[in-house]
T-cell receptor
Framework: QQQVKQSPQSLIVQKGGISIINCAYE??????FPWYQQFPGKGPALLIA?????SEKKEGRFTISFNKSAKQFSLHIMDSQPGDSATYFC??????????FGKGTRLSVIA | DGGITQSPKYLFRKEGQNVTLSCEQN?????MYWYRQDPGQGLRLIYY???????QKGDIAEGYSVSREKKESFPLTVTSAQKNPTAFYLC??????????????FGSGTQLSVL
């Protein structure tokens, strides 16, 4: 049973373009939605996170959009750069339970 | 320098052999986790521990064992019962204080391969 569904599995974007990754969840008890960024051979690191009481959060070129009624949230990377090429994971959390991760999106930004 | 240290970076297992992956943290976190990463499968939870001397099975615990004798350490043993152990293994920890209890800190991982 996959509690967080992430798409697409892979994404190729031109330098300077917008990268968009989508996630959907089922459990309405989730109250924290982070995105993690992972470079090859490294552990994931927290990129940005949002709570369901806001519809959008922006940090630099990275924005999370959150739709509570649709139970969906997405990551937008503006002005995508080759250095953004990585695997991105969405996740969801409820209280003290372990984070539930999506299956990941492999982003390649080409010049 | 606070963080999570995983060792070794690369590990090879012979058939029928048990191997142990090390995970040490100096963040004073109560909760620790082990994830397995396979291409296209995301991060799957193997075991987790919320407190010393206590741990729970995750989604794919079969063929693995853990211990939590010290707050700082959460070693993972891949037993011979795990028939497909080749994967990237990630250890993580999480604090209990309000300002950090949602953020998961990861180590740099151990790549396990079968000889």
């Amino acid at each position: 049973q996959q509690q967080v569904k992430q798409s697409p599995q892979s994404l190729i974007v031109q330098k300077g373009g917008i990268s968009i990754i989508n996630c959907a969840y089922e459990n309405t008890a989730f109250d924290y939605f982070p995105w993690y960024q992972q470079f090859p051979g490294k552990g994931p690191a927290l990129l940005i996170a949002i709570r369901p009481d806001v519809s959008e959060k922006k940090e630099g070129r990275f924005t999370i959009s959150f739709n509570k009624s649709a139970k969906q949230f997405s990551l937008h990377i503006m002005d995508s750069q080759p250095g953004d090429s990585a695997t991105y994971f969405c996740a969801a959390l409820s209280g003290n339970t372990p984070l539930v991760f999506g299956k990941g999106t492999r982003l390649s930004v080409i010049a | 320098d606070g963080g999570i240290t995983q060792s070794p970076k690369y590990l090879f297992r012979k058939e029928g052999q048990n191997v142990t992956l090390s995970c040490e943290q100096n963040l004073n976190h109560d909760a620790m986790y082990w994830y397995r990463q396979d291409p296209g499968q995301g991060l799957r939870l193997i075991y987790y521990s919320q407190i010393v001397n206590d741990f729970q099975k995750g989604d794919i615990a079969e063929g693995y064992s853990v211990s939590r004798e010290k707050k700082e350490s959460f070693p993972l043993t891949v037993t011979s019962a795990q028939k497909n152990p080749t994967a990237f293994y990630l250890c993580a920890s999480r604090g209990q204080r309000a300002e950090e209890n949602e953020k998961l800190f990861f180590g740099s991982g151990t790549q396990l391969s079968v000889l």
